[in-house]
């Protein structure tokens, strides 16, 4: 048995299947993984989170340990509620994990980190707020639902009431507690939403009232589709600790200015420009009949090149889908290794999907 998030007996009394996810017991899927999908790219869906992890970090070094702590700046951070998304390194440029922090005030961020690797994180973090006096609270009073689609925004509010109105005036990637909840307009499916913070006595009804709203119930299957579709990568598929970001298609969250800023793993990101990249995080979009899969082999002329680190089947485009990290060098059409078949390929720039609009020619 795993861990269980406190929804763990709705999502059986809902007739999901559960499944093993890093160490916890989550639903799948409901029913039809395709229309739990299709329900967020095209009215609003919601995902039980609160396997992952909050932390509050508190102190009045606080914004002078993030910095440090983090590949990107905090210091970009000026309004209360605002997040920012950023890889968390070690010292050899390595992503130990990709979280989201959220300034609330200058002694008081926080951060929600992945569920498979909540308790190295928590144990990284520890040992380096030590030196900056920061503590660092595990939330597990917590449960999180994330509410997604192009409806999502409206029925949330519609739910929880008038307490939480401003929400809807959120701007993107900022939260604010309202009603008792904190609301973020945050997610991980390429589409508008909320993620709600809210007291894990609580989750239970709320999901309920969700549902009873017209939230469709969405299991981890329909979140990876939609996250892939979206080109969002997933840690321990698309990057870990033996992968910078510079070489996952995330050198977009490392701040390398103000040069005199230090933060872990700076050093080996800098010596890496220096030598020039040889790998390349690229986009596939299959031609030929099959699926794409994680750890498939990507050939170029005859050799292999790279490999699939996250593939799929896209409902939205209805065509097979993949992030693979091939050499800089690579382009245009290449062949994937599908059970000693060679597929052919094309690479493309993601995202593939975002708000429910194919971003790529088919």
């Given at each position: 048995?795993?861990?269980?998030?406190?929804?763990?007996d709705?999502?059986?009394?809902?007739?999901?299947?559960?499944v093993?996810f890093?160490?916890?017991?989550?639903?799948?899927?409901?029913?039809?993984?395709?229309?739990e999908?299709h329900?967020v790219?095209?009215?609003?869906?919601?995902?039980?989170?609160s396997?992952?992890?909050?932390?509050?970090?508190t102190?009045?070094?606080?914004?002078?340990?993030?910095r440090?702590?983090?590949a990107?700046?905090?210091?970009?951070?000026?309004t209360?509620?605002?997040?920012?998304?950023?890889?968390m390194?070690?010292?050899?440029?390595?992503?130990i994990?990709?979280l989201?922090?959220?300034?609330?005030?200058?002694s008081?961020f926080?951060?929600?980190v992945?569920?498979?690797?909540?308790?190295?994180?928590?144990?990284?973090?520890?040992?380096?707020?030590?030196?900056?006096?920061?503590?660092?609270?595990?939330?597990?009073d917590?449960?999180?639902?994330?509410?997604?689609?192009?409806?999502?925004?409206?029925?949330?509010?519609?739910?929880?009431?008038?307490?939480?109105q401003?929400a809807?005036?959120?701007?993107?990637?900022?939260?604010?507690?309202?009603?008792?909840?904190?609301?973020?307009?945050?997610?991980y499916?390429?589409?508008?939403?909320?993620?709600?913070?809210l007291?894990?006595?609580?989750?239970a009804?709320?999901?309920?009232?969700?549902h009873?709203?017209?939230?469709?119930q969405?299991?981890?299957g329909?979140?990876?589709?939609?996250r892939?579709e979206?080109?969002m990568?997933?840690?321990?598929?698309?990057?870990?600790?033996a992968?910078?970001?510079?070489?996952?298609g995330?050198a977009?969250?490392v701040?390398?200015?103000?040069?005199?800023?230090?933060?872990?793993g700076?050093?080996?990101?800098?010596?890496?420009?220096?030598?020039?990249?040889s790998?390349k995080?690229?986009?596939?979009?299959?031609?030929?009949?099959?699926?794409?899969?994680?750890?498939?082999?990507?050939?170029?002329?005859?050799?292999?090149?790279?490999?699939?680190?996250?593939?799929?089947f896209?409902p939205?485009?209805e065509?097979s889908i993949a992030?693979?990290?091939?050499?800089?060098?690579a382009?245009?059409?290449?062949?994937?290794?599908?059970?000693?078949?060679?597929?052919?390929?094309r690479?493309?720039?993601y995202?593939?999907?975002r708000n429910?609009?194919?971003?790529?020619?088919?």
């Open positions: 048995m795993g861990l269980r998030t406190p929804l763990y709705t999502h059986v009394a809902a007739g999901a299947r559960m093993d890093g160490g916890w017991d989550m639903p799948v899927n409901y029913g039809s993984q395709i229309d999908h329900a790219r095209r009215d609003a869906g919601m995902f039980d989170v396997h992952m992890c909050a932390l509050d970090l102190g009045s070094r606080t914004r002078e340990f993030l440090y702590l983090l990107n700046d905090v210091a970009k951070l000026k209360a509620g605002k997040a920012l998304y950023s890889c390194l070690n010292e050899q440029g390595g992503v994990d990709d989201i922090v959220y300034y609330m005030h200058d008081w926080r951060m929600v992945n569920a498979g690797t909540r308790d190295k994180d928590i144990a990284w973090i520890r040992q380096q707020a030590i030196a900056f006096s920061v503590e660092v609270k595990v939330r597990d917590l449960a999180m639902i994330a509410v997604q689609g192009p409806n999502a925004r409206s029925k949330v509010v519609s739910v929880l009431g008038e307490a939480t401003s809807l005036e959120l701007k993107i990637f900022s939260g604010a507690e309202l009603g008792g909840y904190f609301i973020a307009r945050t997610g499916t390429g589409e508008d939403g909320f993620e709600v913070l007291p894990k006595e609580d989750v009804q709320t999901w309920r009232t969700f009873a709203a017209g939230i469709a969405c299991g981890l329909a979140r990876d589709t939609l892939l979206a080109g990568n997933l840690y321990g598929n698309d990057m870990d600790e992968q910078s970001p510079l070489e996952s995330l977009w969250t701040a390398f200015e103000p040069t005199e800023r230090n933060f872990i700076r050093a080996s990101l800098e010596a890496q420009q220096r030598a020039g990249l790998r995080m690229v986009g596939l979009l299959l031609e030929d009949r099959g699926v794409l899969r994680s750890h498939q082999p990507v050939i170029v002329e005859g050799q292999p090149n790279g490999e699939i680190t996250s593939g799929t896209s939205t485009l065509r992030l693979a990290r091939v050499s800089v060098a382009q245009g059409s290449v062949k994937v290794d599908i059970r000693g078949k060679h597929l052919v390929a690479i493309v720039s995202p593939f999907v429910g609009k194919a971003c790529i020619e088919l």
